[in-house]
């Protein structure tokens, strides 16, 4: 089994910054990838980020990509997801998830931390 949790949400202003943290323990060994999703008030989970484990490649919504930047500390079993120049609709409740061998599907997710953008 694999727990995750989420920190770092918080109530910002249109324009500021947040960084968004998850730490995975557990049996961790064969982690594919992780990503950060979003539920917005009333509205469908969507994805914003993920990366591989083993090449550090990452991928970004439309909505996230040159605002969002994921990163992850092998050594720490720790994912971040560090949000510039956040708008009000990135307000949601934001969840972590990873994906292990075999991949293919999102496995385990943390219980959210919410993010409040406000104009």
């Known amino acids: 089994q694999v727990q995750l949790v989420e920190s770092g949400g918080g109530s910002v202003q249109a324009g500021g910054s947040l960084k968004l943290s998850c730490v995975a323990s557990?049996?961790?060994?064969?982690?594919?990838?992780m990503g950060w999703f979003r539920q917005p008030p009333g509205k469908e989970r969507e994805w914003v980020a993920n990366?591989?484990?083993?090449?550090?490649?990452?991928s970004y919504s439309a909505s996230a990509k040159g605002r969002f930047a994921i990163s992850q500390d092998k050594a720490e079993n720790t994912l971040h997801l560090q949000m510039n120049n956040l708008k009000p609709e990135d307000t949601a409740t934001y969840y972590c998830?990873?994906?292990?061998?075999?991949?293919?599907?999102?496995?385990?997710w943390g219980q959210g931390t919410q993010v409040t953008v406000s104009s």
């Open positions: 557990g049996n961790t060994y064969r982690q594919f990838r």
């Open positions: 998830a990873a994906d292990f061998v075999p991949a293919g599907s999102w496995d385990y």
């Open positions: 990366i591989y484990h083993s090449t550090g490649g990452t």
